[in-house]
């Protein structure tokens, strides 16, 4: 097995990891980036939830 570390655009890193799971390939780490967008689209996601009444808005104790 080889670990083989790339650099790509922004842009260009779905198609990549498209990719890389056709050919079963193993991401070990992803970007940090993508990590703390992905976050910032479930917050996002969530909350609009919460303002239309599909989920119950969050309380302390959920922390």
Same mark, same amino acid.
């Given at each position: 097995m080889t670990t &083989?570390?790339?650099?790509?655009e922004d842009n260009d890193t779905?198609?990549?990891?498209?990719?890389l799971k056709r050919i079963d390939a193993k991401v070990i780490q992803s970007s940090k980036k993508e990590? &703390? &967008?992905n976050g910032i689209k479930q917050g996002?996601?969530? @909350?609009?939830?919460i303002k239309s009444g599909k989920? @119950?808005?969050l309380s &302390?104790?959920?922390i």
């Open positions: &083989l570390t790339i650099q790509v779905q198609f990549l990891l498209e990719v990590e &703390l &967008l996002v996601k969530e @909350a609009k939830e989920i @119950a808005p &302390l104790s959920d």
